[in-house]
């Protein structure tokens, strides 16, 4: 497949960077950016946390899921996925399929000062956030894990991420 009509997926826990990077490597690439999330909200006609509230995450999953396989059937893309993308491996397959999936990654606490004051991350609700991140990131550790391109955010500005995803995707 031509690299330049590849997909790039960018996939990880929240708040390590997808959007961010996604939109900066979308826009040096020549491509369109897509926000899973994004798009799930516009098409649902409603903000995440309410979409849980309502329906229930096993309802979001399946959505996400139908968006995922739409997504893998086009070309020239950044996708920035929801962190619980990983959870159905059939996502991961059908995007690797499509692109380069590469997975961002940060540790607890910088993903907590990242994500503190963002009021859209229905998984975090309530008391200890900390908790909360440790815990999502112990249960998901090895789906992520195994994803063979990683890049860890934590002590990289947007742009040496962005860089360093170029150089993976051109095969420098």
């Not at 000062?113 to 309530?126: I, K, M, Q, S, Y």
């Amino acid at each position: 497949m031509n690299a330049s009509l590849r997909n790039i997926v960018l996939v990880g826990f929240m708040g390590t960077g997808k959007t961010c990077v996604g939109e900066l490597l979308a826009k040096r690439l020549g491509m369109t950016f897509v926000d899973m999330d994004d798009v799930i909200v516009e098409r649902e006609g409603k903000p995440i946390p309410q979409i849980f509230a309502e329906e229930g995450e096993p309802y979001f999953r399946s959505v996400e899921r139908e968006l995922v396989r739409e997504l893998a059937g086009r070309t020239g893309q950044v996708i920035g996925t929801g962190g619980g993308v990983v959870l159905n491996a059939d996502n991961i397959r059908d995007f690797g399929s499509a692109g380069l999936v590469v997975c961002l990654t940060a540790p607890p606490e910088t993903i907590l000062e990242r994500v503190a004051h963002d009021t859209n991350r229905p998984l975090l609700a309530g008391s200890d956030k900390m908790q909360k991140i440790r815990g999502i990131l112990d249960a998901r550790k090895e789906l992520y894990d195994a994803i063979p391109l990683r890049v860890e955010t934590d002590n990289l500005t947007v742009d040496e991420v962005v860089q360093r995803i170029v150089t993976m995707y051109r095969g420098d």
